[in-house]
């Protein structure tokens, strides 16, 4: 009997040797042919189940990840801060004051929170009304001192200025730094609304006069100035919508918040900037959870969610002036911490935009692990993360049997980079982990291609 549960026990292990063998000689076979053999392509499969690595190809090469780095951010600060700690903190601080009158300023201190929104500035005023302040003699100060004065990474493009993806990065964020622009067309011309409403910005509608031409339609600023004129140009003949970027994201924070404060009948002289003196007492928050911004950064890939949650680690860490660099020495502890040397890899921002980020698929497979092994850190990460056919990045990919709803991965798309990485649920139920960063591939679309047929494979394991 026992010859026989060992011969079992060898034929399983000859089985699953043959499977993986079979699963490595596809793979191989894909990364031989068209884009994926002019690229340089790294993948990486463990199957987090049964604890055993699959597949490994390039896995030690170092290559820029774009997105997927979002995952380093996102796991080193679920292990530090805790999901559902309110670590961004907007705050309103007030001086003692009789009769509704402040003599002198007040002081808005930015926490460099992603998730400020529309609502938000609503219920910052609300707090600032419920203090019974009616008048300010002085101003509105904004206080940035959390992180120092560049609005961009190092190694960012300076072309892509005037996107949304690339706001101006300040601890005072208004709507993400940007506004949505929907123009749509109506019987005697067109109309144009912009969200957040505010008198920051101003628009410059430069229809064109009959024939109109709608494959110029389009919304932009004269971001090379800093204006934040937004022209509309060209016509349409359906709803079009664009965001744009905010020209000094702290201005447009100051700006509506004085603006509307007046609304709500508070009387205050206009703002300005400086650091809130010891002094001064905090008298309201708006805060938001680590959870929250977790959701935006790997769902819908959001940069600046992802640089948020960087600088909290760098206050957590004690930084209270911070720089990336500052902040991603916490990222580089606990990669020492995972037994591998930081000083292996370039890590510049926490988001993946840079040029000179470089990571290894082995990198990315070591978070992709301690997520999946830490219950504190496993159900932030992989109820935020993208599920194929359904939300997020993947909603467009991998939408139909067998895949619908068994990946659940970060996607990463710069110019010539495309990656994947995350997660597999296969037909028997397995949780396999898996990496897939190709560099150089073009066209991009022959990277998603193999990472959707890599994907499949995975499944089918």
Not at 102 to 108: K, L, Q, R, S, Y
Not at 161 to 172: E, I, R
Not at 237 to 258: G, K, L, P, W
Not at 330 to 357: H, P, Q, W
Request: include cysteine; aromatic fraction near 8%.
């Amino acid at each position: 009997m026992a010859r026989k549960t060992l011969l079992a026990a060898l034929l399983a292990l000859a089985a699953v040797a043959a499977e993986a063998g079979d699963f490595g000689s596809r793979v191989d076979s894909l990364l031989g042919k068209g884009a994926m053999d002019r690229s340089t392509t790294a993948v990486m499969v463990y199957d987090l189940t049964e604890g055993k690595e699959i597949y490994s190809h390039n896995a030690g090469k170092l290559l820029r990840p774009a997105s997927i780095l979002k995952l380093v951010t996102a796991v080193t600060a679920t292990d530090i801060i805790g999901a559902q700690s309110e670590c961004f903190r907007t705050t309103l601080h007030v001086p003692p004051h009789t009769g509704g009158t402040v003599n002198g300023d007040i002081w808005v201190r930015g926490g460099f929170d992603p998730e400020f929104m529309d609502d938000d500035m609503d219920r910052l005023v609300a707090g600032l009304a419920a203090s019974g302040v009616k008048r300010i003699t002085g101003r509105a100060v904004g206080d940035v001192s959390m992180t120092d004065t560049l609005y961009w990474g190092e190694g960012w493009c300076w072309d892509d200025a005037p996107s949304s993806f690339q706001p101006y990065m300040s601890p005072l964020m208004f709507e993400k730094g940007r506004v949505c622009v929907t123009v749509w067309p109506l019987a005697t011309g067109r109309a144009v609304r912009v969200v957040p409403q505010s008198t920051f910005y101003t628009v410059a509608d430069l229809r064109t006069t009959p024939p109109y031409d709608t494959s110029r339609a389009g919304v932009t600023r004269d971001w090379m100035d800093g204006s934040n004129t937004l022209m509309v140009t060209g016509d349409v003949n359906y709803a079009y919508t664009r965001e744009i970027s905010m020209y000094r994201s702290e201005d447009f924070f100051m700006h509506t918040f004085v603006e509307r404060a007046r609304a709500a009948g508070i009387e205050v002289g206009g703002y300005a900037f400086g650091e809130v003196p010891d002094s001064v007492p905090e008298t309201f928050a708006v805060t938001h959870t680590l959870d929250d911004a977790l959701h935006e950064m790997l769902k819908e890939s959001d940069n600046l969610s992802a640089d948020g949650v960087l600088f909290q680690l760098g206050r957590i860490a004690g930084y209270s002036h911070a720089d990336r660099g500052d902040c991603i020495k916490t990222v580089k502890r606990e990669i020492d911490r995972m037994g591998l040397d930081a000083s292996d890899y370039k890590i510049v921002d926490g988001n993946g935009i840079s040029l000179y980020n470089y990571v290894s698929a082995e990198l990315m497979m070591r978070f992709l692990r301690k997520a999946y092994d830490d219950k504190d850190v496993w159900p932030a990460i992989y109820d935020n993360l993208p599920v194929c056919g359904r939300d997020g990045t993947l909603k467009h990919r991998m939408g139909k049997a067998p895949l619908l709803g068994r990946v659940r991965a970060k996607t990463g798309t710069v110019s010539g980079v495309s990656s994947l990485a995350g997660y597999v649920t296969t037909a028997r139920g397995h949780i396999v982990a898996f990496v897939i960063m190709s560099n150089g591939i073009i066209p991009i679309r022959r990277g998603t291609e193999f990472q959707n047929e890599v994907c499949e494979m995975i499944y089918h394991l």
